[in-house]
């Protein structure tokens, strides 16, 4: 399997060896490719966290304007491709729930 991206190589040894010593792996890391993340699965992660910083999309532009974080959609999605990838538990780390709460009303609010 080709992995996508260069970090994943040490996380996937990373996984190994604490698999050797912990009954569950829980991983908060950047948005990845299913494939990479069935990668660290198999070397023994089990749950996945992301954190997604904004929830309205233009701010999302403003904060994010180059690299790899500019694809909105890619970033969203990223809870199902952990699933896809096998976790047991795929969690979303909002940040500022005050916050959150306010920007989810204000998008529901367009809808």
Do not use: W
């Not at 060896?17 to 070397?43: C, G, K, N, W």
């Amino acid at each position: 399997m080709v992995i996508e991206h260069n970090h994943a190589i040490i996380q996937q040894a990373a996984c190994r060896v604490m698999a050797r010593y912990f009954s569950s792996i829980a991983l908060e890391i950047f948005p990845m490719t299913q494939s990479d993340y069935q990668v660290l699965h198999r070397a023994g992660a089990d749950s996945l966290t992301v954190y997604q910083e904004v929830y309205d999309q233009p701010v999302y532009k403003e904060v994010h304007p180059k690299g790899p974080k500019t694809d909105y959609a890619f970033r969203l999605l990223t809870p199902e491709r952990g699933a896809a990838a096998g976790f047991r538990a795929v969690n979303i780390g909002a940040g500022n729930i005050k916050k959150r709460i306010k920007e989810i009303k204000k998008i529901m609010d367009q809808k």
